[in-house]
């Protein structure tokens, strides 16, 4: 070792002694490698834990503050839930605005598990500027369907295309509905959309199946099966939902899963709570009980289900 650190603050000044003095160094670290093998050997099998793959447990993840998260909460709320009869079930949803920070992962979220076309929101995140300046601030409202026990979008349909459920879901019925508006009109949250047939490539012709994919056709998202209200419908040509009135139904092909909206499973702040309000256990139960609890438009009579703690 001595020798080779001497050799090594006289380097060569030529480029041939250069490559012949490296060449040398090699040498000698690739005789130094194969004389420590048999030392590593003896030492491996003079240790008391045997050479081969140990099998590690994964951590238990401890909850922030003792308490379970939210979602796994939630996720129990709806095993009970589905376990009773729908018309014994109650489906609210809470938002906490001290929570959201406005990132639309429940909108984007909601336009993919149900390939909403352009034009198409069903969870619009609404922004709004409170205070007087300069002490201002801004507060975030994300506003689906409300999905309302009193309905004003209901009375008002001519072919009774839109319903509400048993356990409170308002739901719309795309065969019958034949696009007259008037429930979109009715609806004092502007939660009801209309399906104009675009395309987020613009154009003008009838989504098909045989579309070219690219700037010329429709992209496969666009034909693929959507599974709104359970049912598997692909929004092509002329067909339904395309002219018809178009709304948030709380993910309820989700809900007869057992699963929670997308809107709820997304939310990186933990600001949307979902479950059953006949549950008395259930977290959503516990909120809504709150005082600091409010719903959009109350003195209407709509008796909206979706609350907000502020």
Not at 160 to 188: F, H, L, M, Q
Request: proline share 8%; hydrophobic share 35%; with cysteine.
């Amino acid at each position: 070792m001595n020798k080779t650190i001497e050799e090594a603050k006289a380097i060569p000044e030529t480029n041939t002694d250069r490559r012949n003095f490296l060449r040398s160094l090699a040498g000698m670290a690739g005789v130094a490698a194969v004389a420590a093998v048999p030392v590593a050997k003896k030492a491996a099998e003079t240790q008391s834990i045997p050479l081969k793959l140990i099998q590690i447990d994964a951590p238990t993840i401890t909850p922030v503050g003792g308490k379970l998260d939210p979602l796994e909460r939630m996720r129990g709320d709806m095993a009970r839930a589905m376990a009773k009869p729908q018309d014994q079930r109650r489906w609210v949803m809470v938002i906490d605005l001290r929570k959201c920070v406005g990132c639309n992962a429940c909108t984007i979220s909601c336009i993919a598990e149900n390939h909403l076309p352009p034009g198409v929101v069903y969870r619009p995140v609404l922004e709004e500027e409170i205070g007087v300046f300069p002490n201002v601030s801004k507060r975030f409202l994300p506003r689906p369907c409300m999905q309302c026990d009193n309905p004003p979008c209901v009375p008002v349909c001519p072919v009774n295309a839109t319903w509400k459920r048993s356990d409170g879901i308002v739901e719309i019925d795309y065969d019958k509905c034949i696009g007259c508006r008037y429930c979109i009109t009715a609806c004092p949250y502007n939660a009801r959309v209309f399906d104009k047939g675009l395309k987020y490539n613009g154009m003008s012709e009838p989504v098909t199946a045989v579309s070219l994919v690219g700037t010329n056709g429709a992209e496969p998202y666009e034909v693929a099966a959507a599974h709104e209200y359970g049912e598997e419908r692909v929004r092509e040509g002329n067909s339904s939902p395309i002219g018809n009135a178009r709304k948030c139904h709380f993910c309820l092909h989700r809900l007869e899963k057992g699963m929670l909206p997308a809107c709820t499973t997304t939310c990186i702040g933990r600001a949307t709570y979902f479950g059953d309000a006949n549950d008395p256990e259930s977290l959503v139960s516990e909120l809504i009980a709150s005082p600091n609890v409010m719903r959009l438009k109350e003195e209407l009579g709509t008796q909206p289900k979706v609350y907000y703690l502020q």
